[in-house]
Nanobody
């Protein structure tokens, strides 16, 4: 499985941005998908996730109500719509995939990340 995140950039406070994560190498609909972020000098943080069928979504407290995770099975792509961005959202955003039958909660595959920088 390969994951390729894109869509990051430099934006201003209050702006919106949509990240994409292209999935390849297996059947996309067999994977729960997630977004994580890591700011410089900080631990990796959970941002959002979506189940393999797309029926349930989950969000970290800091992005709840501002970010929306979605998936397009026809395009094998995961999305993260980010609205009302704040400087504290600045980080490298990574997408990850978890095979639906995996035991435990760890993600099996990780993308390389895309940088999001929000200026004040």
């Amino acid at each position: 499985v390969q994951l390729q995140a894109s869509g990051g950039g430099l934006v201003q406070t209050g702006d919106s941005l949509r990240l994409s994560c292209a999935f390849s190498g297996d059947i996309f609909s067999n994977y729960n998908m997630g977004w994580f972020r890591q700011a410089s000098g900080k631990a990796r943080e959970f941002v959002a996730s979506i189940t393999y069928r797309g029926t349930s979504t989950y969000y970290g407290d800091s992005v709840q109500g501002r970010f929306t995770v979605s998936r397009d099975v026809a395009k094998n792509t995961l999305y993260l719509q980010m609205n009302n961005l704040k400087p504290e959202d600045t980080a490298v955003y990574l997408c990850a995939g978890q095979w639906r039958y995996s035991p435990g909660i760890d993600y099996n595959y990780w993308g390389q990340g895309t940088q999001v920088t929000v200026s004040s």
